[in-house]
């Protein structure tokens, strides 16, 4: 079976770091660019971050950048996004996906998603 699953989520204090990690099932991740949207109750899904397929270029939202760091390590078919100085807007739902690019808004897959919340 093709999915992306994603854990790390949890509830974190604000100010708080969380690493969220992206894992391939049944296909190769560097094959393609991988991305983190997010989802605050009763709000539309934001793109937050996205990696290119080497790793040599990201992307990240005005509201996470300097904050939120994307990574990617190949060889374990896995990406992470370090959360750091979290705040209580970073509350969310947050879903991996992989594209052929950065640049495409094409989603190949989707993964289900792990909870951030960020509250004291």
């Known amino acids: 079976q093709l999915q992306l699953v994603e854990s790390g989520g949890g509830l974190v204090q604000p100010g708080g770091s969380l690493r969220l990690s992206c894992a391939a099932s049944?296909?190769?991740?560097?094959?393609?660019?991988i991305g983190w949207f997010r989802q605050a109750p009763g709000k539309e899904r934001e793109g937050a971050s996205c990696?290119?397929?080497?790793?040599?270029?990201?992307r990240y939202a005005d509201s996470v950048k300097g904050r939120f760091t994307i990574s990617r390590d190949n060889a374990k078919n896995t990406v992470y996004l370090q959360m750091n100085s979290l705040k209580p807007e970073d509350t969310a739902v947050y879903y991996c996906i992989a594209k052929n690019s950065c640049a495409t808004s094409r989603v190949v897959y989707w993964g289900k998603g792990t909870l951030v919340t960020v509250s004291s």
């Open positions: 990696i290119s397929r080497s790793g040599g270029s990201t």
């Open positions: 049944g296909f190769t991740l560097n094959n393609y660019a």
